[in-house]
C-alpha cells in the first residue's frame, strides 16, 4: 500500500452507537485499546454502580468523582447495606482463626468462596475439608481488614463523608437505590466464610440517612429512589423530611417497609384487624404529599416469613384527594381500603394512570369483583397485576358478571400467588388492556377462592 496514502479513521458517531450496545464491563475493557475508546468507554463503561460498605468501594468513588468523563456520565448508584457477620459472643466484632477454620467446612460457603476470582487461597486449597490455617491465612487477613474497616468506618462518619464529596461531582446522577437484599452483582464480601447479607437495624437508616447527607445542597436532583427492606420504625417524619428535602423533586419513589410482625396465620381474624407500624399517623401520606412531580408511587408493607404485621390503611398513606399532575403508575402491597376511597384515588388520576399493581390487599366493606368492574368502566390502562392474597365481600350467586350484582357480606378470599392465581392476573390484564373475555365469571373464581 502507498505510505503516503491516508487512511481516514471512522467518524466518532460510529463508535459512540457501537458502544451504547456494549455491556458496561465490555466497555470498560474496550477503555483499555487507545485514548478515544478510553473516552468513550468511561461514558458508556460507568453509568450504573454498585457498592458496598468496604475500603475499596469507597476509593473506587472518591476516584471516580475526580474523573473528568466518568463523574459525569454515572447516572444510577446502588448502595448495598451490608455488614461482614460477626461472632454472637464478646466484643470483638470478627472471627478467630480458629472459628474462621470450622466455617471453610461450610459446603454453601466453600463453594461460593472457592467461586471468587480473587480469594487469596492456594489453588489446592479446595482439596482440603476444613482447610488448614496456612490455606486460610491471607484469605483470614483480608477478612479482618475489611470488618475493621467497617467498624472505623461507622464509627467515623466516613460514610458520610464520602458521600458528602462525591455526590456533588456526579452530575447526571438520577437515580438512587439502597437495598438490604442479596442483589445480583459481585460482592467484594463474597471471598470471605461468613454471611454476606447481613445487615445492621434499623435496615436502611444508616445508609439512606448518608445518601441524603450528601445530596442535601449539592444541586444534585435524583429522579428515582428505591429503598428496599426499609424498617418500619423509620416511618418518621423526622427521618422521611430528610428525603423531601434533599430530593424535592422525586419523579419515582419506591419504598419497600419490613416489619418482623407476628407469629399469626394472614387469615386470622386477629390478623385482619392488624394496623402496619408507623401508618396510622399519616406520615407517609405528608412524606408523598410534598413529592407533587411523583409519576410513579410503589409501596410496598411486608413482614418476615411466616409473621404477619398487618395492613396499613388506605386514607393514612394517601391523602384523600390529593392530585399528583402526572401520575402514570401505582403500586400497593398490603394496604387496606373501602372501595369508595380506592377508586375514588384511581379515578382522580384516570386521564395519567396507566399501570396498576395491587398485592396482598383487603377491601373492608365491598367485593373485589364491584371494584374491578368500576375501573374496568373507568380506566385506560396499559398494564394491570393482581396478586397474592386480595380480601373482600363474597358476592351473591347468580351472574357476578353484573356489575350491579350485590355482595352478600361474607368474606371471599383471592388466592392469586400461584399457576392458577397467575393465569387469573394474565386474563384479568387482557380484559382490562385488550378487551379480552371477563374472567369475573362463577367458574373461574371458584378456581382462585381459598
Known amino acids: 500500500m502507498d505510505h503516503h496514502i491516508q487512511i481516514l479513521p471512522l467518524p466518532p458517531e460510529l463508535f459512540y452507537t457501537v458502544f451504547s450496545y456494549l455491556s458496561p464491563l465490555q466497555a470498560r475493557t474496550l477503555r483499555r485499546v487507545c485514548r478515544a475508546f478510553s473516552v468513550i468507554g468511561a461514558q458508556y463503561g460507568y453509568e450504573s454502580l454498585t457498592i458496598y460498605l468496604c475500603d475499596g468501594d469507597f476509593a473506587m468513588l472518591r476516584y471516580l468523582a475526580t474523573h473528568p468523563v466518568i463523574s459525569k456520565a454515572i447516572r444510577r448508584l446502588t448502595y448495598a447495606n451490608h455488614c461482614l457477620e460477626k461472632p454472637n459472643k464478646g466484643d470483638v466484632p470478627y472471627y478467630s482463626m480458629n472459628e474462621y477454620l470450622i466455617r471453610t467446612t461450610n459446603e ?106 450528601g445530596l442535601r445542597g449539592s444541586g444534585i436532583q435524583i429522579r428515582s429512589l428505591t429503598a428496599l427492606k426499609v424498617d418500619s420504625r423509620l416511618i418518621r417524619r423526622d427521618f422521611l423530611s430528610k428525603i423531601t428535602s434533599a430530593c424535592g423533586e422525586l419523579e419515582w419513589i419506591n419504598l419497600w ?130 396478586s397474592k392474597l386480595l380480601i373482600g365481600d363474597s358476592e351473591a350467586v347468580g351472574d357476578i358478571s353484573d356489575p350491579n350484582i350485590s355482595p352478600t357480606g361474607g368474606r371471599e378470599y383471592w388466592e392469586l400467588e400461584y399457576h392458577t392465581g397467575n393465569e387469573f392476573s394474565v386474563e384479568i390484564s387482557r380484559w382490562f388492556v385488550h378487551d379480552g373475555p371477563c374472567p369475573l365469571t362463577p367458574e373461574r373464581l371458584a378456581s382462585i377462592r381459598i
Open 108 to 213: 454453601k460457603m466453600r463453594k461460593r468462596v472457592l467461586g471468587c476470582r480473587l480469594n487469596w487461597l492456594p489453588d489446592d486449597a479446595a482439596e482440603r475439608n476444613p482447610m488448614s490455617a496456612e490455606d486460610i491465612e491471607k484469605n483470614y487477613r483480608h477478612y479482618r481488614s475489611a470488618v475493621e474497616y467497617q467498624e472505623r468506618a461507622l464509627a467515623n462518619g466516613e460514610d458520610y463523608k464520602t458521600f458528602k464529596a462525591v455526590l456533588p461531582k456526579f452530575t447526571m446522577l438520577e437515580d438512587v437505590t439502597v437495598t438490604t437484599d442479596p442483589i445480583t452483582s459481585s460482592s467484594p464480601f463474597s471471598a470471605f466464610f461468613v454471611s454476606t447479607a447481613i445487615s445492621p437495624r434499623p435496615w436502611c437508616s444508616r445508609q439512606l440517612k448518608a445518601i441524603m447527607h
Open 257 to 386: 417497609f419490613e416489619d418482623n410482625g407476628v407469629i399469626l396465620p394472614a387469615l386470622h381474624p386477629a390478623a385482619q384487624d392488624m394496623w402496619y407500624q408507623g401508618t396510622k399517623t399519616r406520615e407517609i401520606a405528608t412524606f408523598l404529599e410534598a413529592l407533587p412531580t411523583l409519576k410513579s408511587i410503589v409501596l410496598v408493607f411486608s413482614q418476615s416469613r411466616y409473621r404477619h404485621a398487618g395492613y396499613a390503611g388506605l386514607n393514612n398513606i394517601i391523602t384523600p384527594g390529593f392530585k399528583w399532575r402526572d401520575l402514570r403508575e401505582v403500586c400497593l402491597s398490603q394496604i387496606k381500603a373501602a372501595i369508595n376511597d380506592l377508586f375514588s384515588f384511581f379515578e382522580l388520576h384516570r386521564l395519567t394512570l396507566e399501570v396498576i399493581h395491587l398485592s396482598h390487599c383487603t377491601l373492608s366493606t365491598s367485593s373485589w369483583v364491584s371494584l374491578l368492574w368500576q375501573m374496568k368502566k373507568s380506566l385506560k390502562l396499559r398494564e394491570i397485576s393482581l
